[in-house]
């Protein structure tokens, strides 16, 4: 039984910051990659950000320079920095996070709930 639980979205102007946080808990064995996601209606889920367990990370072009994912492996959580947001990034963020369980063979894939990020003036 795994759960990620995801916090700091909200309203913010354009080259505004924001950082998300993404906690997970339950029974786990381990963590493998920590990935942030985001989604529009009427669009596809989109990777922006990925970090491996040993600190390895990928960016989507569209948000190198301006986003910084990080992670705290005795807290299970991933965060993701996002600095001078514009518009565009306006979605709701998704966490994802690889999660061997206790007593598991294998890795699976389990989502956080969602939190809205909106960059208006």
């Known amino acids: 039984q795994v759960q990620l639980v995801e916090s700091g979205g909200g309203l913010v102007q354009p080259g505004g910051s924001l950082r998300l946080s993404c906690a997970a808990s339950g029974s786990i064995f381990a963590i493998n990659d920590m990935t942030w996601y985001r989604q529009v209606p009427g669009k596809e889920r989109d990777m922006v950000a990925t970090?491996?367990?040993?600190?390895?990370?990928i960016y989507a072009d569209s948000v190198k320079g301006r986003f910084t994912i990080s992670r705290d492996n005795a807290k299970n959580t991933v965060y993701l920095q996002m600095n001078s947001l514009k518009p565009e990034d306006t979605a709701v963020y998704y966490c994802n996070a690889d999660v061997v369980p206790q007593l598991a063979y294998r890795p699976y894939g389990y989502w956080g709930q969602g939190t809205q990020v909106t960059v208006s003036s």
């Open positions: 970090i491996t367990n040993g600190g390895k990370t």
